[in-house]
């Protein structure tokens, strides 16, 4: 499984593969562990989501940073 927002996916901190399968012995609830389908590494839920959120956060800051360049230029032309 894929957690993604848009197109921000999370990635595995270890190997940075989006892909993620459940724990057989692992239960539902926000601190639920995920594996990285790719490498196995273990990854807590909630700093996926974290992941996608601080993502999404720098692609707004990025695009907003481009946009005040842009009302800048077009005053002083």
Known sequence: MEFRVGQINARCPGCG???FKIPEDEHSGP?????????????????LIMQIGR???RKRKTR?????A????????
């Open 70 to 77: 842009d009302r800048v230029r077009a005053g002083l032309s």
């Open 55 to 57: 993502e999404a956060l």
């Open 31 to 47: 601190r639920m562990n995920y594996l990285c389908a790719a490498c196995g590494k273990t990854v807590e839920y909630a700093k």
């Open 17 to 19: 593969g989006t892909q």
């Open 64 to 68: 907003l940073s481009g946009e005040r």
